[in-house]
């Protein structure tokens, strides 16, 4: 578990300097140096290599923190949307959670609320509003 904690500080750590844009000016300063020194090295394939090894390793190992981050905060937002929907007076408490259910399951809700969308338009386009609760 403290392992777990750790990579997390880390993770988030790194996802957010990496994400600055000092970060950003480092990288393309490393790019023109690297362009730089090709007529120096006569663009050998040493040369190259330096630049593709340092590249992939590079984001070989920010694929994985950055998705860690994403995991997070993506489960962080799922668990505030749950809430708002528990909290709202009228709000299908069918809709918690619903990123863990199957795919079949997923596309019955979406096919109910395109089709409430749908009547709220044509509704709109005959004059009325679309602020009801049709289930109401």
């Not at 997070?72 to 299908?92: F, M, N, P, S, Y």
């Amino acid at each position: 578990m403290q392992n777990n904690r750790w990579y997390s500080r880390f993770a988030k750590a790194a996802s957010h300097f990496c994400g600055r844009p000092r970060v950003f000016t480092l990288a393309v300063a490393v790019i023109v140096v690297w362009l730089v020194t090709g007529p120096l090295f006569g663009f050998s394939d040493t040369w190259q290599l330096v630049i593709n090894t340092g590249t992939t390793i590079i984001t070989f190992l920010m694929v994985f923190l950055i998705q860690n981050t994403q995991n997070r905060d993506t489960e962080a937002i799922q668990v505030k949307l749950d809430e708002l929907i528990r909290a709202t007076q009228g709000a299908h408490n069918a809709l918690l959670d619903l990123e863990e259910l199957e795919e079949e399951t997923l596309d019955a809700f979406k096919a109910r609320y395109l089709a409430l969308a749908a009547a709220a338009r044509t509704r709109l386009d005959r004059g009325a509003q679309d602020t009801d609760t049709p289930e109401a």
